[in-house]
T-cell receptor, first 115, second 111 residues
């Protein structure tokens, strides 16, 4: 069964609103989780590394004030897309490395559509 | 820096055809190598992995061998099925870096 779960799997919102996506590790504690963005027919773009109890580490070019990441517990990381605009529409995926071996477990993904 | 290169897609094959998706990498040290698969509308899942040179990863009829001398980790399957239609990502991880993904190769298998 799934070991990493995301919610919601899809969301539609109006431009200017904020949307929160949750990522949970189901049967292990994840001190680190990763947030990716995937455009149609393109590869995964790592947005940020979420660290439990500390600030997230953002990749170059990713606006930290736009994509707020909170990793308040060992099983939950959240990504909030603030003041969403149509260009933020995308497939957002989280993952966690259960054993720090590079073997990532991925959430189901969340498809965001901003109208 | 570390990087992964995959063959350009999309790849279209007839059912029961032989599949090869090439993957080469550049890395410092001795990375672990992975193939992930993304079925339509889903997140990624690990398909197979190899952690050291000459290891062969296998799963669901897919195989890939870690070739240090050619820095390659090509994915193969002897007879593809329609259900194998997906996007395949080659990836690597070294001890001190995050997982690096290739650009992905889209595979369509037609009956």
């Amino acid at each position: 069964g799934a070991v990493v779960s995301q919610h919601p799997s899809w969301v539609i919102c109006k431009s200017g609103t904020s949307v929160k996506i949750e990522c949970r590790s189901l049967d292990f504690q994840a001190t680190t989780m990763f947030w990716y963005r995937q455009f149609p027919k393109q590869s995964l773009m790592l947005m940020a590394t979420s660290n439990e109890g500390s600030k997230a580490t953002y990749e170059q070019g990713v606006e930290k004030d736009k994509f707020l990441i909170n990793h308040a517990s060992l099983t939950l990381s959240t990504l909030t897309v603030t003041s969403a605009h149509p260009e933020d529409s995308s497939f957002y995926i989280c993952s966690a490395d259960r054993s720090n071996t590079g073997e990532l477990f991925f959430g189901e993904g969340s498809r965001l559509t901003v109208l | 820096g570390n990087s992964v290169t995959q063959m350009e897609g999309p790849v279209t094959l007839s059912e029961e055809a032989f599949l090869t998706i090439n993957c080469t990498y550049t890395a410092t040290g001795y990375p672990s190598l992975f193939w992930y698969v993304q079925y339509p509308g889903e997140g990624l899942q690990l398909l197979l992995k190899a952690t050291k040179a000459d290891d062969k990863g296998s799963n669901k009829g897919f195989e890939a061998t870690y070739r240090k001398e050619t820095t390659s980790f090509h994915l193969e399957k002897g007879s593809v099925q329609v259900s194998d239609s997906a996007v395949y990502f080659c990836a690597l991880k070294t001890s001190y870096d995050k997982v690096i993904f290739g650009p992905g190769t889209s595979l369509s298998v037609i009956p």
